[in-house]
């Protein structure tokens, strides 16, 4: 069960977007559609923001978006604001388990 | 509302065992799988394992296979987490989580320091 891998840290200006990426195998992301996304402001647990590739919990804003191709899993933030900045997670459901993404660091510059 | 309240910090020695409890409210807890995830310092999420509610099956990160055991208490919709044979790198932020396709609520976490 090895972790999905994620770029450290990734960076932008209000109100560009970014995209953070998640890479698995045929195994987790890209054998089963339970692909979550996580933010975690310092201190703070973790909030779920996407859930099962691509949707949206309740309350959460729309200009964060969810996809996924073969082994890869993306998120996306539109019209980055300063409240973004914090850590994100991808996690997948991989046979009867789940993994976690060794997390980004999102800079709001 | 939708509530996991978990047990206090513990310090424990090298070698002990601790166990977190987790109670949950506002909805109906054998309707959710239960994870337990932790949080080393300056680390990120660390996935160790599942319990089904309902029928109290488990599903356990082969990394902590043997050294955790997750129970549940439907009369009070209380899981447990006992993790034994703790060492300095257990050390970290313990958290119980609710959901079945995404993890959708998070305790406040507790905080297990193993120190000598």
């Known amino acids: 069960q090895s972790a999905l891998t994620q770029p450290a840290s990734v960076s932008g200006s209000p109100g560009q977007s970014i995209t953070i990426s998640c890479t698995g195998t045929?195994?987790?992301?890209?054998?089963?559609?339970?692909v979550s996304w996580y933010q975690q402001h310092p201190g703070k647990a973790p909030k779920l923001m996407i859930y099962e590739v691509s949707n949206r919990p309740s309350g959460v804003s729309n200009r964060f978006s969810g996809s996924k191709s073969g082994n890869t899993a993306s998120l996306t933030i539109s019209g980055l604001q300063a409240e973004d900045e914090a850590d994100y997670y991808c996690?997948?459901?991989?046979?009867?388990?789940?993994?976690f993404g060794g997390g980004t660091k999102l800079t709001v510059l | 509302q939708v509530q996991l309240v978990q047990s206090g910090a513990e310090v424990k020695k090298p070698g002990a065992s601790v166990k977190v409890s987790c109670k949950a409210s506002g909805y109906t807890f054998t309707s959710y799988y239960m994870h337990w995830v932790r949080q080393a310092p300056g680390q990120g999420l660390e996935w160790m394992g599942i319990?089904?509610?309902?029928?109290?099956?488990?599903s356990y990160a082969q990394k902590f296979q043997g050294r955790v055991t997750m129970t549940r208490d439907t009369s009070t919709s209380t899981v447990y987490m006992e993790l034994s044979s703790l060492r300095s790198e257990d050390t970290a932020v313990y958290y119980c989580a609710s959901g079945n396709s995404g993890i959708d609520y998070w305790g406040q976490g507790t905080l297990v320091t193993v120190s000598s």
């Open positions: 996690s997948s459901y991989t046979s009867s388990s789940w993994v």
């Open positions: 045929s195994s987790d992301v890209g054998g089963y559609n339970y």
């Open positions: 319990i089904n509610p309902s029928g109290g099956s488990t």
